[in-house]
């Protein structure tokens, strides 16, 4: 992989560190609010739908895990703010993990043509990138969630 495992980990932990932040800020009860209906996402659903990112991006489509995901169902998963980090901390371990193994596997471990990679070159570097670039987006959501929901 041309990023390094540890400066890719870092990037994840910053993008997870500020969303937990958000849902500290919330409570336990704002944090499953939906800040303008049903329409929109509640930070607990973005944390969630974050850690499926992850395990999608990284697991199953760069290391060839099954996936099991149930996209629609994580944004509507409601979680207290200690249990929304027990998940984080559990998915930024296998984050650590699949970084490192992503190095072994080299460019064809996933298609170099996918359309919803930023930079589609076939490098893991690129795979990694795209996730960190979805971490950030959400991490705006959060903000954007727990802003509206001050204004109620």
């Not at 659903?45 to 895990?65: I, K, M, N, P, S």
Request: hydrophobic content about 45%; glycine content about 10%.
């Amino acid at each position: 992989m041309e990023l390094a495992p540890r400066t890719a980990s870092g990037y994840v932990r910053l993008a997870f560190d500020q969303m937990l932040a958000v849902a500290g800020r919330l409570g336990d009860v704002d944090v499953n609010e939906r800040p303008l209906g049903p329409g929109t996402n509640s930070v607990a659903g973005l944390l969630v739908h974050c850690c499926g990112v992850a395990e999608f991006w990284l697991g199953h489509v760069g290391l060839g895990r099954e996936s099991q995901r149930d996209r629609a169902a994580e944004f509507s998963t409601t979680a207290t703010v200690a249990g929304l980090h027990e998940r984080v901390d559990a998915t930024r371990r296998r984050i650590d993990d699949d970084l490192v193994a992503l190095q072994g596997v080299g460019t064809s471990a996933y298609a170099a043509d996918r359309q919803d990679l930023t930079v589609a070159d076939g490098s893991d570097a690129a795979l990694v990138l795209h996730l960190i670039e979805e971490l950030f987006q959400h991490l705006g959501h959060c903000e954007m969630a727990a802003d509206a929901l001050a204004r109620r």
